[in-house]
């Protein structure tokens, strides 16, 4: 029997290139912090946030399976992907390569890796010939090379890899009993290197982060946090490289990506309940955050410089709940994702309070 998930070839037939006007304006919250430019329009929530490494657009990912490009700074709609042979499928993650050529999509049918060089043309296709997996999920590498794809298979997960340059498909070992619930490359031309944030047993009780593309993979199994069956989790490497950070709703764990990319540890661990984490250049990381009692989130800064994460400041926000956070490759700017709203808010990170 063929493989269930099936490498195609295939043309811009059936996607939606659409204009769109301004974003929309709403008031914020007595206390909230303004943003700098809201990006309005999206359907279905927004799941994932990628910016161009060069800042020049942010591509978000919706829960209707649409890809909206913004240019930056003036937050212009430059384009708008979407494939109507995923029936509106929910996106899961956006990756780019490092170079700002490939765009990456993941929903629960396929993974779709688009030549942002030239929107008239889908370079790759990776869809799910089969039945719709939930759990599918998979990012193009810094380098450009490989695209790294994961789903479950019962209790069991399973990873592979993809090469863009010979067409060979292969796997990749993971714990007994361990599936991937998010996953991110580190965003280096020169690297294949991706993070594979593992739920291992039932529940996901126990979490684990398997290291791959360079060499034989790799295993962090202390101070990673278990991803539990309900949680809002999050991985990715900070915008510079030099961190990789995973959150739960308990904690947020960092760690020190060293010029090997060769990553053992220990982590900086920062106890604080987290929607969602993200680290940009000069060792700053933002976490959102949302007590039970709270209205709305807030977000807080850290400085990981020292061993011991040291505070910032933080932003009062209109956002009732965040779905994901991104920032900016020069840091200057905090992409935060309304999902209620279906908007994302860009704060700049200069007028955090202390």
Request: glycine letters at 10%; hydrophobic letters at 40%.
């Amino acid at each position: 029997m063929r493989d269930w998930l099936a490498w195609t070839t295939v043309a811009l037939a059936g996607l939606a290139l659409v204009r769109a006007s301004e974003p929309l304006q709403t008031e914020p919250a007595p206390g909230a912090a303004q943003p700098v430019r809201k990006l309005a329009g999206h359907r279905g929530g927004i799941t994932a946030l990628a910016f161009h490494p060069e800042g020049k657009w942010l591509a978000v990912g919706a829960g209707n399976g649409d890809v909206r490009l913004w240019s930056l700074p003036e937050g212009q709609l430059l384009v708008r992907l979407s494939d109507p042979r995923e029936g509106g499928a929910r996106i899961s993650h956006l990756g780019l390569s490092a170079d700002g050529r490939y765009l990456s999509m993941t929903s629960r049918t396929s993974v779709v890796i688009w030549d942002v060089a030239d929107l008239k043309k889908i370079s790759i296709r990776y869809e799910d010939t089969y039945s719709p997996n939930p759990d599918l999920i998979g990012t193009i590498t810094g380098d450009g090379k490989l695209c790294f794809v994961a789903r479950r298979e019962g209790n069991e997960g399973r990873l592979q890899a993809y090469s863009l340059v010979n067409r060979s498909l292969f796997d990749l070992p993971l714990p007994s009993g361990a599936h991937v619930v998010g996953i991110a490359a580190i965003p280096d031309r020169e690297s294949t290197l991706a993070a594979a944030y593992c739920a291992v047993g039932p529940k996901g009780e126990n979490g684990r982060i398997v290291l791959v593309g360079l060499g034989d993979p790799r295993l962090i199994d202390k101070d990673v946090p278990a991803p539990g069956s309900n949680d809002s989790i999050s991985v990715s490497f900070s915008t510079d490289g030099k961190w990789l950070v995973v959150n739960n709703a308990t904690q947020v764990s960092c760690w020190r990506v060293p010029g090997s990319q060769i990553i053992r540890g220990p982590a900086v661990v920062v106890p604080i309940r987290a929607l969602t984490a993200a680290i940009g250049p000069g060792n700053r990381l933002a976490v959102a955050v949302k007590d039970e009692d709270d209205e709305f989130v807030t977000l807080q800064f850290f400085d990981l410089s020292s061993a011991s994460p040291q505070p910032l400041g933080q932003l009062a926000t209109s956002i009732a709940w965040v779905s994901a956070m991104a920032y900016s490759p020069d840091g200057a700017l905090l992409a935060v994702a309304d999902d209620d709203e279906g908007i994302v808010e860009l704060y700049s990170t200069t007028t955090a309070k202390k």
